[in-house]
């Protein structure tokens, strides 16, 4: 969806290597989430901001951090990349509160850790 | 908290054939439910959803998926499937967790293989 951006689409990087994974959108909603996809594991949620002063942490949020700067602007930071960070990694967003929220998936990000 | 099931990890079929991708999932209160599509080398795409109302729904590209409550089942069905649904499935259930706020938790994916 071309209203979610991800950048960079590709990375490779070396283990201990910080490295910062961006999502912006023009949707205007308020929610944003971050979720890593592994092979047969399906999508795992790292961590989610329903604004700019509130943030979560999602189910595998452990060597993950991740900083709202703007309602627009989502950012997942990798302090020190490890091989098993290595996963194709997705922001979304939602407008509608709770019941019926909708979320609407960014590009990816496809990350290798070396 | 929620889990969602998909019980089939890869599918193949035929040009024509007709395809049911099955999902369960367990909660016991009211829920949200999606199926999104991932084609290959692309993000995931909402096919369909199901929030109240009609239990049988249409998506996109002539899928409909028919929420069976009794069942805690949302199977995703196709009557005829073409080369260009070759794609992963993703089933999604959106439901109160334990701390009180709505959390969408993803089944593991379906892969369908569509062979001209």
């Known amino acids: 969806d071309a209203d979610v951006t991800q950048t960079p689409r590709n990375r490779i990087t070396k283990t201990g290597k910080r490295i910062m994974l961006e999502c912006s959108q023009t949707?205007?909603?308020?929610?944003m989430y971050w979720y890593r996809q592994d092979p047969g594991l399906g999508l795992r949620l790292i961590y989610y901001s329903f604004d700019v002063k509130d943030i979560n942490k999602g189910e595998i949020s452990d060597g993950y951090s991740v900083s709202r700067q703007a309602q627009a602007k989502f950012s997942l930071s990798l302090e020190s990349a490890i091989p098993n960070q290595t996963a194709l990694y997705f922001c979304?967003?939602?407008?509608?509160?709770?019941?019926?929220?909708?979320?609407?998936f960014g590009p990816g990000t496809r990350l290798l850790v070396l | 908290a929620q889990s969602v099931s998909q019980h089939n990890h890869h599918v193949i079929l035929s040009e024509a054939a007709s395809l049911e991708l099955g999902c369960n999932y367990s909660?016991?209160?009211?829920?949200?439910l999606f199926w999104y599509v991932q084609y290959p080398g692309q993000h995931l795409q909402l096919l369909l959803k199901y929030f109240s109302g009609d239990p049988l729904v249409k998506g996109i590209k002539g899928f409909e998926a028919e929420f069976i409550k009794s069942k805690f089942s949302f199977n995703l069905r196709k009557p005829s499937v073409q080369w260009s649904d070759t794609a992963e499935y993703f089933c999604?259930?959106?439901?109160?967790?334990?701390?009180?706020?709505?959390?969408?938790?993803f089944g593991k994916g379906t892969k369908l293989s569509v062979i001209p």
């Open positions: 949707k205007g909603h308020d929610r």
């Open positions: 979304a967003t939602s407008d509608v509160g709770q019941k019926r929220e909708t979320q609407y």
């Open positions: 999604a259930v959106n439901a109160r967790s334990g701390a009180g706020s709505y959390q969408l938790t």
């Open positions: 909660y016991g209160g009211t829920v949200n």
